[in-house]
């Protein structure tokens, strides 16, 4: 028993002891679909790198929002229109469902999922190319595509979207690009240059517990 008790003692200080990775973006901007495809793709596919950084992805991004007295709702408006805002909810409503169906092991999933939409939506841009590409990657992640668009076209949809604006609104400094990146809490813009290079050479670099394999064979 007193082994158990360290060793979950243990779970927990090298849980807390992780970097941390938070990207702020907007599912239609052009520069965060690039990192997402690129640096942050090999990230989520290099094996336990999950053990170094937990990584966020937060689709919102700059989104001017007014508060609707009449509805007691916030109306948005998305920097590349309607469908932006669209795709936000797309993004969000699917990560918010692979939360509930995998308690236990959802970080990647839910980073994979907003990837799997940039990756799957092509131009001309619509909520229509949105529920096919949230139908495709439904499939593969082995969620209901039914039911991610009926939360991004429902309240679900909305609180969620609502509750990444207060998030994105409430960064301390305030953030004037996208994809603006914070590391533990803060944003740099030194650590932010490095990640949308190489997040895992970064992640590589700076945790202090024990790499993982991809540290030592990437710089092999």
């Known amino acids: 028993m007193k082994f158990l008790g360290l060793a979950l003692l243990l779970a927990i200080t090298l849980c ?3 970097l941390s990775v938070d990207v702020y973006t907007e599912s239609l901007c052009p520069d965060c679909m690039e990192f997402l495809l690129n640096s942050l793709t090999e990230a989520v596919d290099t094996p336990d790198i ?7 992805v937060v689709p919102y991004g ?14 948005f408006t998305c920097q590349h229109g309607a469908v932006e805002c669209y795709g936000n909810y797309v993004q969000l409503c699917g990560q918010n469902i692979l939360a509930t169906k995998y308690p236990n092991d959802n970080e990647i999933l839910q ?11 092509f131009k001309p841009y619509t909520n229509t190319r949105f529920d096919e590409a949230a139908s495709l990657c439904a499939a593969d992640f082995g969620i209901s595509g039914t039911a991610v668009k ?3 076209n429902g309240d679900q949809g909305y609180k969620l979207h609502l509750a990444a604006a207060e998030e994105t609104d409430g960064l301390s400094p305030a953030h004037n690009y996208v994809p603006w990146i914070t590391t533990n809490k803060k944003h740099s813009v030194t650590d932010e240059d490095l990640i949308l290079e190489d997040l895992v050479a970064w992640a590589c670099t700076n945790y202090q517990g024990p790499k993982i394999e991809a540290c030592t064979t990437r710089s092999a």
């Not at 999950?50 to 966020?56: A, D, Q, S, W, Y």
């Not at 700059?62 to 109306?75: D, E, F, L, M, S």
């Open 16 to 18: 807390q002891n992780r």
């Open 62 to 75: 700059n989104v001017k929002r007014v508060y609707n007295q009449a509805t007691g709702k916030w109306q």
């Open 150 to 152: 009926e939360c991004a």
């Open 50 to 56: 999950e053990e170094m950084v937990h990584i966020r």
């Open 111 to 121: 980073v994979q999922w907003a990837i799997c939409i940039d990756r799957r939506i």
